[in-house]
């Protein structure tokens, strides 16, 4: 015969471990669909805003420090807009890059210099990251949760043995104080 408890326990670890078969797939395919989606959207969003041009480097590359470390280096560009006026701006460019060169850079809808967009890549792959974590955390979930369980159970199972034994121990003890 099991005890309550035990009964309880197997019970509740099948309970959760339904949820976790369950929950997991479902939990980190919305939250990575979800991710990818949102990033999809600035994917787009970025697309359409920023645009790719090709400007002259004007001047001599500023001394960063540490430029050579990264390889790039600062200068200043000048560039003709969709619009026919002419742009200046700075930007991080190669260490060969010198005064009079063309390079291609993204500008923005104000022609600003700007990063280049997100790529859809990108969003596949923060959607593949989040699905990952949220897995882990379901998981994490699970075994917090089986392992909270457990504690809650052994606690009454310890008071229990307490109990039982505060009874048997005064006729255990006399046994041996004859």
């Known amino acids: 015969m099991t005890r309550r408890s035990d009964r309880v326990e197997t019970w509740s670890s099948r309970v959760l471990l339904a949820v976790l078969v369950l929950g997991l797939p479902a939990a980190s395919v919305s939250a990575g ?3 990818h989606e949102s ?3 600035t994917v787009r ?3 359409a805003e920023r645009s790719q041009t090709t400007a002259q480097v004007t001047s001599a590359p500023e001394s960063a420090p540490g430029s ?3 390889e790039r280096q600062r200068v200043q560009l000048k560039w003709t807009d969709e619009d026919g006026r002419q742009r200046t701006g700075t ?3 190669a260490l060969d890059e010198t005064a009079g060169s063309t390079v291609r850079v993204w500008v923005d809808r104000e022609g600003n210099v700007t990063t280049p967009p997100m790529s859809a890549s990108n969003a596949q792959v923060t959607g ?3 699905g990952g974590m949220t897995a882990a955390g379901v998981y994490v979930g699970f075994l917090a949760a089986r392992r909270g369980v457990r504690l809650a159970l052994d606690r009454r199972r310890y008071a229990q043995w307490d109990a039982e034994w505060d009874r048997v121990e ?3 003890s006399a ?3 004859r």
């Open 128 to 130: 593949w990251l989040m």
């Open 33 to 35: 669909t979800a991710v």
């Open 68 to 70: 050579a470390a990264n």
């Open 175 to 177: 046994r041996f104080h």
């Open 170 to 172: 005064p006729l255990w």
């Open 39 to 41: 990033t999809m959207r």
């Open 91 to 93: 930007a991080q460019v």
């Open 45 to 47: 969003a970025q697309a």
